[in-house]
Each structure stands twice: as structure tokens, then as C-alpha cells.
T-cell receptor
């Protein structure tokens, strides 16, 4: 696609419900990242994938949060038993290849999913 | 763990003037990358400029330039000839070096941001 897309753009849910947030990276991009951005703050790393392998999930706040990328393309971030503190903008980013110490690259960010938990 | 600090929550500048946004970071690594991202009201994240720590020359992109002081761990962004379209949140970000192309983590660590207002 032309850019990173995320769906839904807005999600309102009730406390205790499960939500699934989808990210569709730029076609051919190998690496995919999830970030969470609270209002008035910078994005905070959650997890990332190279191809279908989840390389680092150290940023996931607790075991209610999980992510998958089964075919190395589209990724889903799932939050179980949502709580009000989960309300935030969830951003996905992709880059063309795994990083190296040299060379230029860029993480391309999607528009985000704004999650509101009532 | 690396940290990024932006000590100016808000800044304002007259249109056509120059403004400098500050960023400091803490790291024990000798090689790394630094970035400035712009987040306009649409809440997109747009890369403005990047700097490789091993390069002594400061990066420039048109009206945007950085002052990279590695010893001081400082990375400020200068915007010249400010335009109304520059109004946005600006985030400074840090990325560690990647030792393995297959397993390296390219995660970005962001500061809390500076809201820039342009006065017509």
C-alpha cells in the first residue's frame, strides 16, 4: 500500500471488553513496531517484529496485551479485559528491513488507533 | 536504559523568525541515531531530520538543522524562517545501534515533546 494503515481509527469500548487493533504495514516492509502514546506524551515502545517473529515484547505493560504477525505482514495488537488506563493512541510503524549499524532507514508511522475505554 | 529529555513543554516564535528546540539524552553507548519527529494537529508522525552519532557534521534539511553535541549529549533542532505549517508537537527520539541485522531492535525512545506555536 501507499502507507501504513491502521484500523479502526477510533475505538470506544467498555471496561472489561477485549479489543483487537490492526496494522497493515507498507508492502514489503520487514520490521513492524507497536507504540502507545498517551495524551501529551511521546510514543512508548510496546513490541516489534522482524517478519513473523516477535523479537522484543519487553514494552508490553502486562499479560493482557499481546501481538501477533502470523504471515509476516498484517499485525494485530490485542488487549484483553480492557481497563480505563489502557485509553491511548496506539501507533504502528514499519521499516524496510532489519536494522544495521550503517545505512539509512526510516520508520513510517500509521495514523494510529485512538482507544477509549469507558 | 536510554532516556530522552525535552525540557521545553511549549515554545512560540514569530513567523519568519528562528527557533531552537532543546533535547538531551542519556546513554552509555558510543554509536546511536537521533531523530526529530513532527506531529501536526492531524497527529501524524513525520520524520523531520536524523543524525548519526558517528558523524561530526550536523545534519541539515532545508530550513531544519541540528546542533549535535555528543560530549554534552545534546541534540537541539533549529527551525529557520518559521512558517505557519511548522506549528506542531516536536519529539526528539533515540535509537540504539543494532548489532545483528536479523535480531537487532530498532525501537525508538521518545522524549515528552515540545509544542511549537507560530505567531503570525
Amino acid at each position: 500500500g501507499a502507507g501504513v494503515s491502521q484500523s479502526p481509527r477510533y475505538k470506544v469500548t467498555k471496561r472489561g471488553q477485549d479489543v483487537a487493533l490492526r496494522c497493515d504495514p507498507i508492502s514489503g516492509h520487514v520490521s513492524l513496531y507497536w507504540y502507545r502514546q498517551a495524551l501529551g506524551q511521546g510514543p512508548e515502545f510496546l513490541t516489534y517484529f522482524n517478519y513473523e517473529a516477535q523479537q522484543d515484547k519487553s514494552g508490553l505493560p502486562n499479560d493482557r496485551f499481546s501481538a501477533e504477525r502470523p504471515e509476516g505482514s498484517i499485525s494485530t495488537l490485542t488487549i484483553q479485559r480492557t481497563e480505563q488506563r489502557d485509553s491511548a493512541m496506539y501507533r504502528c510503524a514499519s521499516s524496510s528491513r532489519p536494522g544495521t549499524t550503517l545505512g539509512r532507514w526510516e520508520q513510517f508511522f500509521g495514523p494510529g488507533t485512538r482507544l477509549t475505554v469507558l | 536504559a536510554q532516556t530522552v529529555t525535552q525540557s521545553q513543554p511549549e515554545m512560540s516564535v514569530q513567523e519568519a523568525e528562528t527557533v531552537t528546540l532543546s533535547c538531551t539524552y542519556d546513554t552509555s553507548e558510543s554509536d546511536y541515531y537521533l531523530f526529530w519527529y513532527k506531529q501536526p494537529p492531524s497527529r501524524q508522525m513525520i520524520l523531520v531530520i536524523r543524525q548519526e552519532a558517528y558523524k561530526q557534521q550536523n545534519a541539515t534539511e532545508n530550513r531544519f538543522s541540528v546542533n549535535f553535541q555528543k560530549a554534552a549529549k545534546s541534540f537541539s533542532l533549529k527551525i529557520s524562517d518559521s512558517q505557519l505549517g511548522d506549528a506542531a508537537m516536536y519529539f526528539c527520539a533515540y535509537r540504539s545501534p543494532v548489532l545483528s541485522p536479523l535480531f537487532g531492535n530498532e525501537k525508538l525512545t521518545f522524549g515528552t515533546g515540545t509544542r511549537l506555536t507560530i505567531i503570525p
